[in-house]
């Protein structure tokens, strides 16, 4: 895809620089213009982890990244990446409560532009110690129709296959990066807080695969700090820290961030963990999944991770919680909807239906940790995501056959559904007249992962909402085979910009096309 300059854009970088407050805010720094002069200091500050970009709207986006110890954020915005009229502003202090991380949202942002930006940090225990600068770029959302492009998947550092250095570190990060997309989703799972990542693996051959270790990766994860330090591995690698710095992130989480397979109820049988109580643990996840990720959180429900995105006149993106909000896994066979069944829960469904009855967008982007039609076991008489087999619509299955009939009888148009989770990438087209459950309108599914862990798959096939296979490339039975198999995937979506069409296409680490479609949208 064509690189877009600063020049290509409707609003100029003077028209950014010029307006004052009202042009860009940032809290309640807005209106502050410069620093005063300060002078490096012998013992600085460090940026330990790069910086990362998230949530980018049209007129907004969170920018985030940690010290290495208390120092306020500081930050110049340029729609340049020379910085030439930057403008400059204080963000907030990064302190021990946050280990050291903090987030910044810039908002009144020209749409449908280049911005880059540089942080530092000022240290609050001799104000003339400045770190060295760290870059950034994210692109906002556009207020007329040109043409998206987003990557999503899933899967980070799973199964013990970590960041091997020898092999040239998680490089399908890399390989995203070179298409240049507006912004990433990123599916879940994106660290295994229940997978140690030991020194070294075997492999299939026989060989080794050596990994980074770190003491917060050596057991499973139970304290707050042990939970930070899972997004905190994951960022020494060096193809995520730069993909970080020019891609911005949409993340949601699943299991893994917490522990394989939970829910809000379960008292873990597992002798890794002193502590069994899933509850505790999962909010200290959701307090690091927040703290180490450039998430823009909800006003007055700080652990929420649901949320939607606006990029312009062609896409809305949902990003849903499927986890903190179910019922107990178990047999899944309900044939009442009720508590137990619950799978998104009732409030969460009434935003999602709400948000996507006043959407104005072409495409509406449902992006779910969890895939709708393929069943994943938790164990061998439980399931852990909806489907449960063939059949009707039963237990959690009719929270998802609530959601597709309200779609269906509001006529709301062009709903595409992206996912990971089961390791493995397929394109399937779920189809009413194929189901047991008949009233929705037909729509996409496409499932892209892992990103650096295990492959697995295939699932088998639930029919109740008529899921069609068209494509799927898998190790074919085989479990947990490593990056090095070749068998990590990714999903790039491209909008049209002058016919809206949505070109989807399916991709290896290697970056070869697998699968791709073209997909009208509905008047």
Partial sequence: MKKQKASDFRLSRRSFVAGGAGVITFGAAAGLTGFPAIVRAASRPVITLGVQSGDVTTSSGMIWARADRPARMLVEVATTESFKNARRVPGPAALGASDFSTKMDLSGLPAGQDIFYRVQFQDLTDLKSLSEPVTGHFRTGPAERRTVSFVWSGDTAGQGWGINEDWGGMKIYEVMRNHRPDFFIHSGDTVYADNPIPAEAELPDGGIWKNVTTEEKSKVAETLDEFRGQWKYNMLDANVKRFNAEVPMLVQWDDHETVNNWY??????????????????????????????PTRQHATDRERVYRAVNYGPSLDVFLLDMRSYRGDNSANRQTDRGPDTDFLGSEQIRWLEQGLLNSEATWKVIASDMPIGIMVRDGKEHFENGANGDGPALGREHDIAEILRFIKQNDIKNVVWFTADVHYTAAHYYDPNKAQFQDFKPFWEFVSGPLNAGSFGPGDMDNTFGPQVVYVKSPEGKRNLPPSAGLQFFGHARIDGETDVMTVTLRDIADEALYSVDIEPEA
């Fill in 264 to 293: 809000p109820n379960e008292i873990l049988d597992d002798d890794r963990y002193k502590i069994k109580n899933v509850a505790l643990l999962a909010a200290r996840a959701n307090q690091a999944f927040h703290e180490l990720s």
